[in-house]
């Protein structure tokens, strides 16, 4: 079975401009959740989509948005990029009960300049 | 609110050596417990997990007791190798007020394995 498979591996973005993430998950998994990972921060939870209804969102302003479509693939969009977005974006999809664990994919590392 | 608390990094541990790393959470009811690792320039994946107290969880040598009574779940590896060197992050999950996934992390701990 196929794991998590993100695009693109990387990316380099200007402050200001926007950027487009992509999961897809293992499947038969109706659960996308994305995290941002940082040295300082550590794994920060962004949100969780469940059959293309957010279920869960974590702390982030709304610059960071998601959305997942009817195959369960899912896109993250981060819109006026700032330093500080430069990250590790990782994607993990689950079946979805609440002690299902996660299946991560091996990110996205954006570097904002 | 729930936590995960996590001995801090890094542990510096020489082939063949005993490993624990420490793991206490706080939670209302009864959450399932999940140790991840992560080897460099790759994303986490699930080691072992335990659903209910007193269950052990096992994986690749690594072992984890759900300890209800003390509140822990700490990994240990009677003999680690080098290619043990990766990040390990403990995580606690129970569903919330809507009944979905509340998930807590720990900081992560960072394991180098010396030849």
């Known amino acids: 079975k196929a794991g998590v498979t993100q695009t693109p591996r990387y990316l380099i973005k200007t402050r200001g401009q926007q950027v487009t993430l992509s999961c897809s998950p293992i499947s038969g998994h109706r659960s996308v959740s994305w995290y941002q990972q940082t040295p300082g921060q550590g794994l920060q939870f962004l949100f969780e989509y469940f059959s293309e209804t957010q279920r869960n969102k974590g702390n982030f302003p709304g610059r960071f948005s998601g959305r997942q479509f009817s195959n369960s693939r899912s896109e993250m969009n981060v819109s006026t990029l700032e330093l500080g977005d430069s990250a590790l974006y990782l994607c993990a999809s689950a079946t979805g009960g609440y002690n299902s664990p996660l299946h991560f994919g091996n990110g996205t590392r954006l570097t904002v300049t | 609110g729930d936590s995960v608390t996590q001995m801090e990094g890094p542990v510096t541990l020489s082939e063949e050596a005993f490993l624990t790393i420490n793991c206490t959470y706080t939670a209302t009811g009864y959450p399932s417990l999940f140790w991840y690792v992560q080897y460099p320039g790759e994303g986490l994946q699930l080691l072992l997990k335990?659903?209910?107290a007193d269950d052990k969880g096992s994986n690749k040598g690594f072992e984890a007791t759900y300890r209800k009574e003390t509140t822990s779940f700490h990994l240990e590896k009677g003999s680690v190798q080098v290619s043990d060197s990766a990040v390990y992050f403990c995580?606690?999950?129970?569903?919330?007020?809507?009944?979905?996934?509340?998930?807590?992390w720990g900081l992560g701990t960072s394991l180098g394995v010396n030849p």
């Open positions: 335990a659903t209910k």
């Open positions: 995580a606690l999950s129970a569903p919330n007020a809507g009944n979905n996934r509340k998930l807590i």
